[in-house]
C-alpha cells in the first residue's frame, strides 16, 4: 500500500496535544499517532453495534515501571465480567509483554482497551476482535 502526503493545519494547542501523545505512546512520529487515531477511529464505528466479541488486547511496556503493572491490574479488576484471562511474558530484562483475552460486547472491550494502552509508559497497545455471535 502506498503512503499518500497531505498537510495538516492544527491550532498552537493542538499541535502541542499531539506531540504529547507522540511522546507518551512511544510513537516514532506525528504520522504515526494520527495513523493510530483513524485506524481506531474507523475499527471504533465498526463495533459500535454492540455485537458480542471476541479479542485480544496485547501491550508491551518496560517492567522496570512497576507503576504500570499496578495500574494495569487496578483498570482490569474493573474489567472482570469481560476478561477471560491474563498473560505477562517477560521478553528480556527490560520488556514485558502483556496479553489479555475479552468476550463481551465490542463497546465495553473497546473501552478497557482504550484505558489499557493510555497508561502513561505502555509502548505499543493494541486490541483485535473478532465477531463471536
Do not use: P
Not at 103 to 114: I, N, W
Request: contains cysteine.
Amino acid at each position: 500500500m502506498s503512503l499518500k502526503r497531505f498537510g495538516v493545519s492544527l491550532e498552537e494547542d493542538v499541535l502541542a496535544a499531539l506531540d504529547q501523545f507522540v511522546e507518551d505512546n512511544g510513537f516514532a512520529n506525528r504520522s504515526q499517532a494520527i495513523r493510530f487515531f483513524v485506524e481506531k477511529n474507523v475499527a471504533e464505528k465498526k463495533w459500535q453495534c454492540g455485537n458480542i466479541v471476541a479479542g485480544a488486547i496485547v501491550i508491551m511496556y518496560n517492567q522496570s515501571k512497576r507503576e504500570v503493572a499496578l495500574r494495569i491490574t487496578e483498570i482490569q479488576q474493573m474489567y472482570q465480567d469481560v476478561i477471560l484471562s491474563s498473560s505477562q511474558y517477560y521478553l528480556n530484562e527490560d520488556f514485558c509483554l502483556h496479553i489479555t483475552t475479552v468476550t463481551g460486547v465490542a463497546h465495553r472491550l473497546t473501552e478497557l482497551s482504550d484505558r489499557l494502552i493510555t497508561i502513561k509508559c505502555i509502548k505499543h497497545g493494541k486490541l483485535v476482535m473478532s465477531r463471536a455471535d
